[in-house]
């Protein structure tokens, strides 16, 4: 099961942009995937969750009601809509599945598989 982010890329203050998290496998053996950034000489922290299942989702409070996290299981993808983006959103942004629908989804080592990461940066 692998897993390719994408969709990262240049982008001024309060623009916009839409990642992609294409996998290899289908959605559904999966039980749920995480958005995840690391910006320069910060550990990487959670950003988002969504459920293969239900398509419920959640969002660390730094991107709640900028960012939507949604699915599209025919396509085997997720997707992380970033809007109003603000510099300190410019990090390297990953997705990772897990299959445990009891884990910690804010805890990257949870996480099973990883996608390489796709540069966001945030900069007029």
């Known amino acids: 099961f692998q897993l390719q982010a994408s969709g990262g890329g240049l982008v001024q203050p309060g623009g916009s942009l839409r990642l992609s998290c294409a996998a290899s496998?289908?959605?559904?053996?999966?039980?749920?995937i995480g958005w995840f950034r690391q910006a320069p000489g910060k550990e990487r922290e959670w950003v988002s969750y969504?459920?293969?299942?239900?398509?419920?989702?959640r969002y660390a409070d730094s991107v709640k009601g900028r960012f939507t996290a949604s699915r599209d299981n025919a396509k085997n993808t997720v997707y992380l809509q970033m809007n109003s983006l603000k510099p300190e959103d410019t990090a390297i942004y990953y997705c990772?599945?897990?299959?445990?629908?009891?884990?910690?989804?804010?805890?990257?080592?949870?996480?099973?598989?990883w996608g390489q990461g796709t540069l966001v940066t945030v900069s007029s």
């Open positions: 990772a599945s897990d299959n445990d629908p009891d884990s910690d989804y804010e805890e990257e080592g949870e996480y099973d598989y």
């Open positions: 969504i459920s293969s299942v239900d398509g419920s989702t």
């Open positions: 496998g289908f959605l559904e053996d999966v039980h749920h």
